[in-house]
């Protein structure tokens, strides 16, 4: 049987591949393997379930919560808020386990489970294998007073936002800023955390019905909150995605500032400051030349990893980094949170914007991006990509043609039989070339 459990908990089509049978079991299984573990000796167990308002969270958050319970577990269930909140309140609340319903950036019909330790950090991969290894298996179930209790708290999302709104160095007053919050989990929670800290706040895509989750709105379709920032001559614009986990922003102009230039430009404001750990930045593979040429100007290392917030967050934890993230604008403070956070994230780029006094295309432009064209080649054995000695040499040849001033990356893709092929070069017409000339290569070398 396949792994249930992915980069990023468990993902599916709600109803069919996440079901509340799914998510009960996974629940007790959960219950039974952390006790095993020792977690919860010498004392009665408790856990934090939140959701994003997907219309699905609410049958699958009470079928986890049910689980919970009926394995000891008493539960507190937090009702909708930000993945990154059920990491804080995990921790600051003091329980064994977090628990958080959704899909994230997906489209509404799907959804996911994600699980937290109490430390706020997501569980480690052979936890994950345990607790599938004990799906559906016999247990003893508690009877009377030891089965858990399940409690209602929809205030403690404002605990998590008095915590943000403490970390901003630098006031926002006098900041006029659009927020959309891709009618997901951040809805009221990002607005309110931006207008706590002192700005101005114009809100769009903030009001979810369990059905226009991520459409048309936030961190993935960022153009309509640029449109608006331009629209309001506000001074900047930020987008969430649905479980308010990344933030991409736009400029007073209405261009797009992605995860790397918003990496840069907190990796510069923490260098001034001495909090930047080491002088590093920990970016991905995915994350554009034009950033590292940057920090290499500014003074600052760059160290990459595989693509996924989750091997940012190892590399960081393992070196103890300070700042790191993905192009994708899922940024990691280590300093103040155990897992990207959205809100946080706008909230110290906007504190840079109202410190620096200068405007938000001022700050990004010091982070240039070279053009990038990126071509995924179907059909083909991903597995020989990095070992056919025609593609190599294409590729050993394309990177001799672009020097310093670009590069190339080949990567299989982790679900599909496809190549990706990525170059950055000086002008967009040397990457368009360059890629599709080694497009052709892989695709005659690899073909199935």
Known sequence: MARIFGTDGVRGLANRDVTAEIALDLAVAAAHVLGQRGVFSGHRPKAVVGRDPRASGEFLSAAVCAGLASAGVDVVDVGVVPTPAVAYLTHSMDVDLGVMLSASHNPMEDNGIKFFDRSGYKLADEVEDQIEARLRADWDRPLGADVGRMTQDYTAVWRYVDFLVSTVPHRLDGLKVVVDSANGAASEVGPEALRRAGAEVVVIGSYPDGININS???????????????????????????????????????????????????????????????????????????????????????????????????????????????????????????????????????????????????????????????????????????????????????????????????????????VRVMVEAATQEQADTVANSLADVVRERLAL
């Open 216 to 418: 048309g709105y936030g961190a993935t379709h960022p153009r309509r909150m640029a449109a608006a920032t331009v629209g309001h001559w506000a001074h900047a614009g930020v987008s969430f995605d649905g479980d308010a986990d990344r933030c991409i922003a736009a400029d007073e102009d209405g261009n797009i500032v992605d995860g790397d230039q918003i990496m840069g430009i907190l990796a510069q404001a923490h260098a001034e400051r001495g909090t930047l750990t080491n002088g590093t930045l920990v970016t991905t593979v995915m994350s554009n030349l034009g950033l590292k040429l940057a920090m290499q100007k500014s003074g600052i290392r760059t160290v990459e990893t595989a693509v996924g917030d989750r091997y940012v967050l190892e590399e960081m934890r393992r070196s103890g980094y300070s700042v790191g993230g993905e192009q994708s604008g899922h940024v990691l403070l280590t300093d103040y949170a155990t897992t990207g956070d959205g809100t946080l994230t706008a909230l110290h780029l906007l504190s840079r914007l109202a410190e620096t006094k200068k405007t938000m295309s001022e700050l990004a432009s010091v982070i240039g991006r070279l053009p990038q064209a990126l071509v995924n080649v179907k059909g083909v054995d991903k597995s020989r990509a990095s070992a056919d000695p025609d593609v190599l040499a294409a590729v050993a040849e394309a990177e001799a043609g672009l020097g310093e001033t670009g590069r190339v990356l080949l990567r299989p893709s982790g679900t599909e039989s496809l």
